[in-house]
């Protein structure tokens, strides 16, 4: 008897359940379609109070979730679907009437669909409950823009060529570049980045500058902000742990710290280094080779001033056409020389008197000389004293008015 009941169970639940779901498409079709109409009013509020999240998050330039645009973009696919059943035709042939007898088939088929859309669009309603809908994008201040005659000096392209077969060395985890201020150092780091980027040799490249008198705080958040990482109110050991546990999730990651003029402590800064995490790299330059031994650079190389050719190369191509004036010319390649094959002298001077008349070039010559014999007296006074940050403001104020 048991079995028997057992069995007519069974049967009930494969038959008799079935049957009564199907009957209550027919019994319930309106009902169906009046709740399809409430569900897809309730998913238009929820997409239009993401959108607008959406949108006050864009005016602060942040970006939109990948997950959040999909579900946008599944919302409208939802409502689109749930709209064309409620317009469908059809419906003007599964009602009763004196004249006509409901089409049984057709008033299924669309109750059968509303149930369906219904579930769906509950589903993707409670797919919504968003904490953040965008996030503020890593800043990528990788200069993008090199002086284009860089690009035709062989010194430099020497000494690129140098830096990445370092860089592409396993074994060498810390590289050094050294030279004067003003020689370029800064530029040659721009174009070292773009080249591993443009390689793919690392998942993140980011720079950030030391300075004579470093902020720790400055140099992490400038750091901090090209990984996407945002610091709260926090002490430097606090920033130095979170920036740490950061930095190795990356696979690899280049890190530039440009213009160091001493011992810098990676530690504190939240900087791995060594067997810490083996694929982050450190670039350092500085003014001072002996700097980057202290910070245990495994390979160093010294930048020098251009030679007199490249000199001329670089200072023609800033200063135009204007150089090539037969009454101008020996002007320009005296002030040229003047530079010392400095590239920052070279871009302040030759800018300046970029299309300029002969009055103009002779005037900024006397002014060099004089300006150049003072700064150059200053130096002498204390090494370094001045730097070419300082002579290039020098240089502006010496050319000023014309």
Not at 171 to 180: F, I, R, W
Not at 216 to 234: H, N, S, V
Not at 356 to 373: C, E, I, N, P, Q
Request: aromatic share 6%; hydrophobic share 40%.
């Amino acid at each position: 008897m048991e079995i028997l009941s057992s069995v007519a169970g069974k049967v009930a639940e494969y038959t008799v359940a079935p049957i009564g779901r199907q009957f209550s498409y027919l019994i319930f079709y309106k009902a169906n379609f009046k709740e399809l109409g409430k569900r897809v009013t309730d998913l238009e509020g929820k997409r239009d109070e993401i959108k607008q999240r959406v949108e006050e998050e864009r005016r602060n330039g942040k970006t939109t979730f990948d997950v959040v645009q999909n579900w946008l973009n599944n919302v409208d696919d939802a409502i689109g679907e749930a709209n064309q059943l409620q317009n469908d035709p059809r419906h003007a042939k599964v009602g009763c009437s004196r004249c006509s007898f409901p089409n049984v088939v057709t008033r299924h088929q669309l109750s059968r669909k509303a149930t369906k859309i219904v579930k769906n669009v509950v589903d993707i309603k409670g797919e919504g409950n968003f904490s953040a809908v965008a996030y503020l994008p890593a800043l990528d201040v990788v200069s993008t823009s090199t002086t284009r005659s860089n690009k035709n000096l062989e010194s430099r392209k020497s000494i690129t060529e140098n830096i990445m077969h370092a860089l592409r060395d396993p074994k060498v985890s810390m590289v050094g570049v050294y030279g004067l201020g003003g020689v370029g150092k800064t530029t040659l780091m721009n174009e070292v980045a773009q080249i591993a980027k443009h390689e793919r040799l690392f998942d993140e490249v980011v720079i950030a500058t030391v300075s004579k008198t470093p902020d720790i705080k400055t140099i992490q958040r400038e750091i901090a902000d090209q990984l996407g990482l945002q610091f709260r109110d926090e002490s430097v050991a606090c920033r130095g742990k979170r920036l740490h546990d950061r930095i190795k999730t990356e696979r690899s990651i280049l890190i530039i710290l440009d213009d160091i003029w001493a011992r810098l402590d990676l530690e504190m800064l939240g900087i791995p280094s060594g067997s810490e995490h083996g694929s982050c790299k450190l670039l350092m330059t500085s003014r001072n080779n002996d700097v980057l031994q202290v910070m245990d650079v495994q390979k160093d190389f010294k930048l020098d001033v251009l030679s007199e050719e490249e000199n001329w190369i670089m200072f023609e191509s800033l200063a135009g056409d204007t150089v090539h004036d037969i009454n101008i010319k020996g002007t320009a390649i005296e002030i040229a020389k003047r530079c010392a094959g400095l590239p920052l002298r070279l871009v302040t001077v030759a800018r300046a008197l970029k299309n300029k008349k002969l009055y103009a070039w002779k005037d900024a010559l006397t002014r060099l000389v004089l300006g150049f014999s003072l700064l150059c007296e200053a130096q002498a006074q204390h090494f370094e004293g001045v730097s070419c940050t300082h002579c290039a403001t020098t240089l502006v104020q010496i050319f000023g008015g014309h």
